[in-house]
């Protein structure tokens, strides 16, 4: 049960975060930046909110907040390049729509971030049992 809680929980705050992502991108878009201007403001948005909410809500973390963030920010720099990087494929080299490219990178860009969160960032998770899990 408390797998499916942790995933859950993953899943919420990633859905918020990516509507954090979308809605911020969208609205620079409509507010005449360029894509990817508006792509690098909307991933610093939703970086903040995300390290603050798995943090807190997904992981438990009781670990070293300082550490933590270095690792979230720097794993999190590795997805900006990913998302950054493949959005401008999608759009200048497989013609895909400048909204919907983002849409699909952020579904690359949620996995490899539960990923890096998971097994670099918050190693030491705490349960509602308070037992701590080492990656089981």
Do not use: C, P
């Not at 930046?33 to 807190?56: E, G, M, P, Q, T």
């Amino acid at each position: 049960m408390k797998r499916w809680i942790h995933y859950s929980s993953y899943l919420v705050i990633g859905g918020l975060t990516t509507l954090v992502n979308l809605v911020a991108y969208k609205l620079l878009l409509m507010a005449g930046l360029d894509y990817r201007i508006s792509v690098s403001i909307a991933i610093a948005l939703s970086v903040l909110f995300a390290f603050a909410f798995n943090r807190k809500y997904v992981f438990a973390s009781q670990g070293d907040v300082k550490k933590e963030m270095l690792l979230f920010f720097l794993a999190r720099v590795f997805a900006f390049i990913l998302n950054y990087v493949g959005l401008v494929l999608l759009v200048e080299r497989a013609n895909v729509d400048e909204f919907w490219g983002q849409v699909l990178m952020n579904v690359v860009v949620i996995i490899v971030n539960y990923v890096l969160s998971r097994f670099l960032v918050f190693e030491k998770m705490v349960f509602s049992e308070g037992k701590d899990d080492k990656h089981e």
